[in-house]
């Protein structure tokens, strides 16, 4: 079983780019498997974001393209997420998972978007 | 994009059965949509139960277990305990995208 840690800050102002790191331990971020942000808004459900497989490939959230960019650090065996120009409608907790025959799920981070 | 729906609400007896359904606003769930289920307990970070329509992790108590029932993807409980008591999520894959249904909050009564 594949461990996953997010890590970033946990306050963003509105307009600024959300940034956050999930690192990989217990596997390797090379392998066949799809790297995956979910997020969850206060009182609401689950919310995925884009996947990124080791090779460069990604897909995202239509809802969210325009903003999501997800990239793999392999020297770091981690993953990041920037999600750009936010609002208050953006903060969330924020989840980093492995999805592939299975699904490893990091324990989540809150972030909040206020001034 | 697609919509994924579950039952909102659904309340089971300490030791009876209980069915949990995914439906997708495309048609039919198949196993080309390799179906998850995760539980989530408040607080905490979703546990993944089942995927790719039926398969458990190690960690999957056997009273759970996933199948395709009526065009949707399904979850059934057997045997409720009081600790199943938390709100279940289905996930669908659509070839380049994933979507979660809204959720199923299961009350052990």
């Known amino acids: 079983q594949v461990q996953l840690q997010e890590s970033g800050p946990g306050l963003v102002k509105p307009s600024e780019t959300l940034s956050l790191t999930c690192a990989v331990s217990?596997?390797?971020?090379?392998?066949?498997?799809?790297w995956t942000w979910v997020r969850q808004p206060p009182g609401k459900g689950l919310q995925w974001i884009g996947e990124m497989y080791h090779s460069g490939s990604t897909n995202y959230n239509p809802s969210l393209k325009s903003r999501v960019t997800i990239s793999v650090d392999k020297s770091k065996n981690q993953f990041s997420l920037k999600l750009s120009s936010v609002t208050a409608a953006d903060t969330a907790v924020y989840y980093c998972?492995?999805?592939?025959?299975?699904?490893?799920w990091g324990q989540g981070t809150q972030v909040t978007v206020a001034s | 994009q697609a919509v994924v729906t579950q039952e909102p609400s659904l309340t089971v007896s300490p030791g009876g059965t209980v069915t949990l359904t995914c439906g997708s606003s495309?048609?039919?769930?198949?196993?080309?949509?390799?179906p998850y289920w995760f539980q989530q307990k408040p607080g905490q970070a979703p546990r993944t139960l089942i995927y790719d329509t039926s398969n458990k992790h190690s960690w999957t108590p056997a009273r759970f277990s996933g199948s395709l029932l009526g065009g949707k993807a399904a979850l059934t409980l057997s045997g409720a305990q009081p600790e199943d008591e938390a709100e279940y999520y289905c996930f669908l894959s659509y070839g380049g995208a994933w979507v979660f249904g809204g959720g199923t909050k299961l009350t052990v009564l």
């Open positions: 998972a492995r999805v592939f025959r299975g699904c490893d």
């Open positions: 495309t048609g039919a769930v198949t196993s080309g949509h390799y």
């Open positions: 217990g596997g390797s971020i090379s392998s066949s498997d799809w």
